[in-house]
């Protein structure tokens, strides 16, 4: 039975960052945001947005009726849940309507959540074929104003939905994956922001890369020729050129060539929208397989996932008959052409407008956000959400 990913949805908000203009502001040459680190906009979330509504919002655009009532399992990968104990996912489940009868959890290890649930949803529906499952990957990434990294900031959010029989791509069988014990990135609970060793964490991720890869082609028995693309995780988009520079020497010119341009063309939204962390792999996918039209039915995509800490997998999907009926690419085409600019300015004052943390009430005005799902304030120490659709 082939069990992988039947619908994909993103979200993002509607207000950006010029990356060259962040640049100026912060004395730094412009090339080193766009070429150096990859990036050109910073999607930036505006308070009436969140963690839990920008996953609705993804997954409000695929979700059917009839979606709603089959799902029996709602998984939320994310590193910037609002509360340490109820799962974000919760309030999707009832944002959405999905029916009750349905287990829902959030699921923690950096950037690697969502890959969690994937392969979590791909064991349930071994065992439970009638299931389908909403895995969800959303975060606003946040390092702070004039930190080194800043210019990796992000919001948006990924959702899937997992079944027996998927429309867009079967999940292979092999998979490899491991876990060491590193301080690279972490935010204690009683920070708002990340803490980083850039450098660091570039070297892990790489590392990682390599051994997982090792180890994928020792169990599998394939190699770089039987790929058409590998979509790594990209907290920036230069990160995942240097970990496929590694193996380079692996490959024949075609496949070097084949490899380097279906990258390339796999970064261009993560280019646009920042690090989402959990969803940062699968926007990545997205980038792909929207927009590489001739992208073929049968095509073996590598997908590298890492979150900080650490953990890294490796795992393959074969993209099926008809993929591209099921995506959304007018959509994300609208979402990417209407969104407006911000100033550095207005970045810094929207960035600093958080929600009280000292119980006090607060009311937001959401007709300025033209999401469907928002955060519409807080009150008794309790987010207030609304679906204007409902
Ligand atoms: N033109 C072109 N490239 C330029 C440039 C210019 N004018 N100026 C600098 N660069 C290049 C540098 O050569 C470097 O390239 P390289 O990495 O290929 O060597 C790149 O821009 C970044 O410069 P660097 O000096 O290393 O930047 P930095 O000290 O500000 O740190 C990060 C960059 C990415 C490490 C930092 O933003 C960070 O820590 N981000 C968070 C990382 C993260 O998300 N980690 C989680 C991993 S999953």
């Not at 660091?200 to 790929?227: M, R």
């Not at 300015?345 to 960035?351: K, Q, R």
Request: hydrophobic fraction near 35%.
């Amino acid at each position: 039975m082939k069990i992988g990913i039947d619908k994909i949805g993103f979200f993002a908000p509607h207000l950006y960052l010029d990356m060259n203009k962040l640049a100026v502001e912060r004395n730094v040459e412009p090339e080193k945001f766009t070429i150096g680190i990859g990036q050109e906009k910073m999607a930036v979330a505006p308070i009436t947005q969140d963690p839990v509504t920008l996953a609705a919002n993804a997954a409000l655009e695929i979700l059917s009726e009839e979606d709603k009532q089959q799902i029996d399992f709602v998984i939320f990968g994310t590193e910037s849940g609002i509360d340490n104990s109820k799962s974000a996912g919760v309030y999707v489940h009832n944002l959405l309507g999905i029916n009750p009868y349905a287990r829902t959890v959030e699921v923690k290890q950096a950037c690697y959540g969502a890959t969690a649930g994937i392969q979590m949803a791909k064991g349930h529906i071994a065992l439970n074929p009638e299931s389908k499952v909403l895995v969800l990957g959303s975060d606003i990434a946040r390092y702070g104003l004039k930190t080194g990294g800043e210019s990796t900031q992000g919001a948006g959010a990924v959702a899937m939905l997992i079944s027996a029989n998927p429309k867009i791509m079967a999940l292979e069988e092999h998979s490899t994956f491991m876990t060491n014990d590193i301080m690279d990135f972490w935010r204690p609970v009683y920070s708002d922001k990340a803490f980083v060793d850039g450098k660091f964490s570039n070297e892990q991720y790489i590392l990682f890369f390599s051994k997982v890869w090792e180890q994928y082609k020792e169990k599998s028995g394939l190699g770089l020729e039987d790929f058409e693309a590998i979509c790594c995780h990209l907290p920036y988009t230069k990160m995942g050129k240097k970990a496929l520079q590694t193996i380079w020497d692996e490959r024949t010119e075609e496949d070097k060539e084949r490899i380097s341009e279906n990258y390339k063309i796999s970064t261009t939204y993560n280019r646009n929208v920042g690090n989402i962390y959990t969803g940062s792999l699968y926007l990545s996918m997205l980038s792909l397989l929207e927009l590489k039209e001739d992208l073929k039915p049968g095509s073996r995509i590598g997908l590298y996932s890492y979150g900080s800490g650490a953990v890294g997998e490796f795992f393959t999907g074969i993209l099926e008959e008809d993929y591209r009926k099921s995506l959304q690419v007018d959509q994300h085409r609208k979402l990417f052409s209407t969104r407006q600019e911000v100033t550095v300015a207005e970045y810094e004052e929207i960035f600093e407008d958080t929600l009280p943390v000292d119980g006090s009430a607060m009311e937001l005005d959401i007709e300025k956000d033209p999401a469907a799902i928002c955060v519409a304030g807080i009150a008794d120490n309790k987010r207030q959400y609304v679906n204007k659709l409902r």
